[in-house]
């Protein structure tokens, strides 16, 4: 199962404390306390992985080490080791205490979320002309802490959208190497799928219905999935008895989550056009026609189809 939305609570490291001491070496005294190492800090890591989340199921309190105490004869402690988080690249870090938010939207892209930190001196540092036997040191400084909600937001060139069991999984996988779960039956899919074609990525948004943006069936889960898909693929089933009427659904959806994903660029599929005849697949792609000019009948049973989604897809990747 896709974990795309968690939360988890960070915390740095402390810095460690400075130390008193004087050196016991005859001619030559004075204070050799060192001061403290600086405690670890959390960064997040973007990563092509999209399950990468999933390590956060069971493990929600992360915290980096301490920075280690001072010691005699000046010497400092160490540094307490970083924490580094791998997350999938589209996620949206959330640190809800700050009301800050941060997204990691590359690939080895890293962002700090809590400092570690710094250490003590220790009490060489307050040696002076006037105070040659110095007592004074400083305790380390405490590491930040965050509570965070991770949430995923994929990154993807072009979206497959559409009612459940419109074909989507279907097109991926003949597009791409995926390998969708595909049946005859409503949401088949329950976590997106991601696809390349050559260098584009093609995300299949799980399947969408009437009432999905105040959460029925799958509700918002993977409304905002699409918020990130710079071109969308509409597919509606050629054995729908009203193709105009599940557009509109999917449509109002979209603009009542968000009314930027309906400015999106879109194509429209009739798919599984194998499915009916000649006749009715002429009226309903003359149905579509007037509310979407870019309307095109699909069948993973015939290639000439999928040359044109291809060719679709080559312009696509020849813009970018």
Do not use: C, W
């Amino acid at each position: 199962m896709l974990i795309d939305d968690v939360t988890i609570k960070v915390s740095a490291g402390n810095g460690g404390r400075g130390a008193v001491a004087f050196n016991k070496n005859m001619m030559s005294l004075g204070p050799t306390g060192g001061s403290g190492g600086k405690g670890g800090s959390v960064f997040f890591e973007g990563v092509p992985d999209l399950n990468a989340l999933g390590q956060f199921r069971n493990k929600k309190d992360i915290k980096a080490k301490d920075g280690a105490d001072g010691r005699a004869q000046f010497n400092d402690g160490s540094d307490g080791s970083d924490v580094v988080l791998k997350v999938p690249v589209g996620t949206v870090i959330h640190k809800i205490e700050m009301n800050e938010t941060a997204e990691v939207l590359k690939i080895g892209e890293r962002i700090l979320v809590v400092k570690g930190g710094f250490g003590g001196k220790g009490n060489f540092h307050f040696r002076s002309s006037t105070n040659t036997s110095p007592k004074q040191f400083q305790e380390g400084l405490s590491g930040e802490y965050s509570t965070v909600r991770l949430e995923l937001k994929l990154i993807a060139d072009v979206g497959l959208i559409g009612l459940p069991n419109a074909g989507k999984s279907s097109l991926l996988n003949e597009l791409t190497k995926a390998k969708s779960k595909v049946a005859n039956y409503p949401f088949t899919t329950l976590e997106p799928n991601l696809g390349a074609y050559y260098e584009l990525i093609i995300a299949d948004v799980p399947g969408l219905i009437e009432g999905a943006s105040v959460g029925k069936g799958l509700g918002i889960k993977f409304l905002r999935h699409i918020e990130r898909t710079k071109i969308l693929f509409h597919l509606i089933s050629a054995e729908s008895e009203n193709p105009a009427k599940d557009y509109a659904i999917i449509k109002k959806e979209l603009e009542t989550h968000s009314k930027e994903l309906i400015k999106k660029p879109e194509y429209v599929f009739l798919s599984k056009s194998d499915m009916i005849n000649e006749k009715s697949l002429a009226e309903k792609l003359k149905e579509l026609k007037k509310i979407n000019k870019s309307t095109f009948p699909i069948s993973i049973l015939d290639e000439n189809s999928l040359e044109k989604v291809k060719k679709i897809l080559n312009k696509i990747k020849s813009e970018k």
